[in-house]
């Protein structure tokens, strides 16, 4: 399984960035409504567990728009959090959306200094990507670990 040695954020982790007032937004891309539906949803539990009640949601096309989106946000928030899913078809599209995907919030988070927690779910089919996405019966819940991602490294860098 892909979660397996992945670190355990303990509530007490979240907790602090809701004392440190930290704000997030989450970008989602609109493709695969069911596996994003969950990976939103878990995105907004980590929030609620980290004392931050109302995280900004953006809605954007597809997982190839989440740079974009998060380049112009990132200056707004101290934590982003962009959620997508990209599943393996019959051409090099895959290919494309997910390295441009990566690259993009990559340089986003390094250029502007916000965290960027990735929870862009690259799979080859629709049954991997419903297993992360956090739904009942999912092994794993990647909408959370991007946002517990996203909030404890801002929590380290001492938020804006």
Do not use: N, Y
Not at 79 to 85: N, P
Not at 115 to 139: K, W
């Amino acid at each position: 399984m892909s979660g397996h040695g992945a670190p355990a954020a303990g509530a007490e982790e979240l907790e602090g960035a809701g004392r440190a007032g930290l704000r997030a937004v989450i970008i989602a891309a609109s493709w695969h409504e069911e596996v994003m539906d969950g990976l939103v949803a878990g995105a907004l539990r980590a929030a609620a567990q980290a004392g931050i009640r109302t995280p900004d949601v953006v809605r954007v096309p597809g997982t190839f728009e989440l740079p974009v989106a998060a380049g112009r946000l990132a200056h707004g928030f101290d934590a982003v959090v962009a959620l997508g899913v990209v599943i393996r078809g019959g051409t090099p599209h895959f290919d494309f959306v997910c390295q441009g995907a990566t690259m993009g919030l990559t340089d986003v988070s390094v250029r502007t200094g916000t965290p960027v927690g990735f929870g862009v779910l690259t799979c080859d089919t629709e049954a991997q990507a419903l297993d992360r996405a956090g739904l009942p019966g999912s092994a794993e819940d990647k909408g959370h670990e991007a946002m517990a991602a996203a909030l404890q490294t801002a929590l380290v860098l001492g938020g804006r």
